[in-house]
């Protein structure tokens, strides 16, 4: 349970501000929640703490696909988006900014395709299932 596993994580972050792996997993938590202005700020934390960690690639990955405005993509966003999803095809935000893109480009059973996959991660996303829905109302 994301929500539970939340408020864990805050709890420990709010005991030990600076450990960057509690940062780390309380921003991939908010992260696979959508909740994306607080998951940049703990991802910023844990990817610029220094050191050799291990998480740093993915935190400046998802960081990355937190700053992808999917209403304005350009050749080297969608890349990213790509190697992201290959990475890991059932990020819920990727899909989700995939699905957007999809969508304006008309290429709809792909958007609906991918928003799915988004809510089988995050069944909560409502972003996800407004989107969905108007594609379906669209009638594609």
Do not use: C, W
Not at 36 to 62: H, I, N, W, Y
């Amino acid at each position: 349970n994301y929500e539970r596993a939340l408020r864990n994580a805050q709890a420990a972050a709010e005991k030990l501000p600076t450990d960057p792996e509690i940062q780390y997993r309380l921003g991939v938590i908010q992260y696979y929640l959508g909740h994306l202005e607080p998951a940049r700020q703990s991802l910023r934390k844990a990817a610029t703490a220094g050191g050799q960690f291990t998480f740093v690639k993915d935190a400046t990955r998802r960081l990355a696909v937190i700053d992808i405005d999917p209403g304005k993509p350009d050749a080297a966003n969608r890349d990213l988006l790509a190697r992201a999803a290959r990475e890991d095809p059932k990020d819920p935000v990727v899909m989700s900014r995939l699905a957007q893109i999809d969508s304006r480009e008309g290429n709809y059973p792909a958007a609906a395709e991918r928003y799915e996959s988004s809510l089988k991660v995050n069944v909560g996303d409502v972003q996800a299932m407004l989107n969905l829905a108007e594609l379906f109302s669209r009638g594609f």
